[in-house]
Each structure stands twice: as structure tokens, then as C-alpha cells.
Nanobody, 125 residues
């Protein structure tokens, strides 16, 4: 069992930055590929970013590429999502998730076993 707790969400303006954190506890953090997903109001949950177990490989959704950066600190059992140049369309509840799948399959939410409760990000125009 892995417990995930997100933090760092909030209300910001267009162009601002936020850093989300996701603290993990339970099983060995470095055994898991980690991902961030989001769900905007009235929309399906969508993939945002994922990072490999050792942090050496990342993948991003086209909509956030070059603006968002995913990273992890295995010593701290934490994964981060640095979000820059935020836009109103980034408004959503952001979830971190853990999977034993390799990063090649980690853009699909059904591959993930463990999920956090989510943190709200609201970007005003």
C-alpha cells in the first residue's frame, strides 16, 4: 500500500507559477513510476506528466510541455510538479499517482494503482 498526499495548490493569476508536491509513504518509493494527472470541471481526467523510478526519464502532455517540469527526490519520497506560465485552461484538480508500470505505459491512468486525494489549482485570467 502506498499513501500519497498532494499539496501546493492554490489560486494564482495567468502567467504565475506554482509547485505541487506529493509526499509518499508506505512501500519503497523508488519502486514506482510516478505521474501527475488533472481533472478540469466537466472534463475527463487527463495525463499531465510522468517520471521514471530513478528520475532519469520524463514524459509530458503536449499541453504542458515546456511549461511544466516533473521531478522527484527519492530520499524524501516526494514527487514535484513545477508549473510555470500558468493559463486559465490549467485550472483543475491535480492528482499524483503511483504505478509499477514502466514509464512507457505510464501516460494511461488505468495503469496506476495508488492515487492521492488531489489539490485544486485555479488560474484566473
Amino acid at each position: 500500500q502506498v499513501q500519497l498526499v498532494e499539496s501546493g495548490g492554490g489560486l494564482v493569476q495567468t502567467g504565475d507559477s506554482l509547485r505541487l508536491s506529493c509526499a509518499a509513504s508506505g512501500r519503497t518509493f523508488s519502486n514506482y513510476t510516478m505521474g501527475w494527472f488533472r481533472r478540469a470541471p466537466g472534463k475527463e481526467r487527463e495525463f499531465v506528466a510522468t517520471i521514471s523510478r530513478l528520475g532519469d526519464t520524463t514524459t509530458y502532455a503536449d499541453s504542458v510541455k515546456a511549461r511544466f517540469t516533473i521531478s522527484r527526490d527519492n530520499a524524501k519520497n516526494t514527487v514535484y510538479l513545477q508549473m510555470n506560465s500558468l493559463k486559465p485552461e490549467d485550472t483543475a484538480v491535480y492528482y499524483c499517482a503511483a504505478t509499477v508500470s514502466t514509464i512507457a505505459y505510464a501516460t494511461v491512468d488505468r495503469r496506476y494503482t495508488y492515487w492521492g486525494q488531489g489539490t485544486q489549482v485555479t488560474v484566473s485570467s
